[in-house]
């Protein structure tokens, strides 16, 4: 009997019967098609939250993000409001569920279960809005869980043949649809219980696009890639380093492969039809985002790499200490460099957009939320653009519709609870006043901080610019992507009259001193 206790005692059950209860009444609305009763449980939700242990407000928000998902389905009314609180629950479950009290052992079990259809249905959501890069980042997380749950397997691989779609190099879609055709047969011929006939037949139909030849010639054929050495060791665990985290400004880093090939920034802009006397503005445009990037990556890593005694630059700098246990240093001045950086790119990305378009934005008036709206000003002041960007006939502009709808809705709507907080940090770096302290003494900011700065614990720190270095990954990416599917009417229009064809030259590495 005492064994038999050990065993029982060794788990524990984080949520409650409440969040368990409310959950199945959610599911049975859903399959009885009963909004009425839908609507009346997400009042009641409201609620329980307040009553409950962070792993129950988990699974509550998880329910919460089904439901209202579920809901607009069932109404018709798939709006882009109903869908911000889909993803703003999704996220609030994962920022519950992922806190370091629930990675215990004890409760392995029960937490694992919740995260891997949080996981995959944030994922789906991510996916719905264009957000391919982010959903497939889920989707691996989901199945680094439970690597034969079908719908992450099925679901993964549908978005993986959809970026190949999306890719324009020949090469690069190969890999894509290579990666996609398996994925996809693995979720057809998985024994996972949850996933249903109707899916498994939804995946088949998408497998089935492809020809047999191409199926024999490519999907099935053995994988090889050719190898690059490294001879500077700093070098190689620097390329790694990027490569483990999905950080190169390069599509393939997406695949579930880390092979060192990948390790490299090639993306660029596509093949563009302009006039005759048209200069490459965009080319140089789009190099210099990518040198920004690779430059505040970069500052980043070699903040991780610190040594044991202060920089000589930071020696006699005759710097007052204070209560606040504020840090000083030449490594977390590189991080706040890489913070600016990175958010300030994003504007440019506007900068880009506005003119590659010709939306009519006077140049005072572009930012990466004022480039969605069809006008500006205010008052007299105020004037239409020429024309408003349309996110639904471009699926790559779509996901940088919906980063700047996580950066810039009003924060209360907005579906990244998180940004909230690093838009305050960016605003305090560049107007205002920032110290950065130990995460340990957070809890006595309060006491012994001046009242005047924004106190940001260096993890923190570390966290926020990780997360940007990811979304701006993202977006270059898709900027890229983006600008092919706005080129391929142009080509097909073109097909006929005579295009002179202009070469670019590459600038060498030699040349970067």
């Known amino acids: 009997m005492k064994n038999q206790s050990k065993l029982l005692n060794k788990y524990c059950d984080p949520f409650s019967n409440k969040a368990k209860e409310l959950a199945l009444k959610f599911d049975s609305a859903t399959i009885d098609k009963d909004t009425k009763k ?40 798939q709006t882009e409001e109903a869908f911000q609180k889909v993803l703003y629950c999704f996220r609030k479950s994962i920022n519950l569920i992922e806190q370091d009290e629930y990675t215990k052992d004890i409760y392995r079990p029960y937490v694992l279960g919740l995260k891997e259809i949080l996981y995959t249905n944030y994922a789906n959501a991510l996916d719905h809005c264009g957000r391919k890069i982010a959903a497939i980042e889920q989707y691996k997380k989901a199945l680094s869980i439970h690597m034969d749950f079908g719908m992450a397997l099925g679901n993964l691989g549908r978005v993986y043949q959809h970026y190949g779609m999306l890719e324009y190099d020949d090469n690069h879609r190969d890999l894509f649809h290579y990666f996609a055709y398996h994925y996809l047969n693995n979720a057809i011929n998985c024994n996972d219980p949850n996933t249903y006939d109707a899916a498994k037949k939804c995946f088949k139909d998408t497998i089935d696009v492809y020809a047999p030849e191409y199926v024999e010639n490519v999907l099935t054929s053995d994988l ?12 190689l665990a620097y390329r790694e380093w990027c490569l483990h985290n999905g950080l190169f400004l390069n599509t393939l880093n997406d695949l579930p492969v880390a092979e060192l090939c990948f390790a ?32 505040a990556r970069y500052l980043y890593y070699d903040t991780l790499n610190s040594c044991d005694e202060p920089h000589f630059a930071d020696k006699e ?34 900068f880009f957009l506005e003119h590659y378009f010709d939306l009519g934005i006077k140049e005072r008036d572009i930012n990466f939320r004022s480039i969605w709206q069809d006008s500006a000003g205010f008052g007299k002041k105020k004037y239409q653009y020429k024309q408003k960007l349309d996110p639904d006939k471009n699926f ?24 909230k907080r690093i838009k305050d940090i960016r605003d305090a770096l560049e107007h205002k006043y920032v110290k950065i302290n130990d995460y340990i003494f957070n809890d006595r900011i309060e006491d012994y901080g001046d009242g005047l700065a ?25 900027l890229s992507l983006c600008v092919n599917i706005a080129e391929e009417p142009k080509r097909e229009a073109s097909k006929d009259k ?13 040349w970067k001193i």
């Open 224 to 235: 090889s890639f050719n190898q690059y050495v490294y001879d500077i060791p700093e070098e």
């Open 454 to 478: 924004l106190y940001v614990s260096e993890k923190e720190m570390y966290d926020a610019t990780f997360m940007l270095l990811k979304i701006l990954r993202e977006a270059i990416i898709n």
């Open 396 to 419: 790559a502009l779509s996901s940088l519709y919906w980063i700047s709808k996580d950066f810039f809705e009003k924060f209360e709507d907005s579906p990244n609870p998180e940004l």
């Open 317 to 350: 700098t005759y710097i007052k200490s204070h209560t606040d246990y504020a840090q000083y240093s030449i490594r977390l001045e590189k991080l706040k460099t890489s913070f600016k950086t990175l958010y300030g790119m994003f504007d440019k990305i506007a």
């Open 38 to 77: 839908l609507k009346s449980l997400l009042g009641e939700a409201g609620g329980i939250l307040k009553q409950e242990n962070d792993a129950s407000k988990a699974m509550i928000y998880y329910s919460l993000g089904t439901a209202y998902d579920d809901l607009s389905r069932l109404t018709g009314s």
């Open 498 to 510: 005579l295009i002179m064809p202009i070469s670019l030259m590459d600038y060498e590495d030699e």
């Open 264 to 295: 490299r920034d090639v993306i660029q802009l596509p093949s563009m039809i302009v006039g005759i006397h048209d200069k490459p503005i965009f080319h140089g445009m789009f190099s210099q985002l990518k040198q920004e990037y690779v430059y």
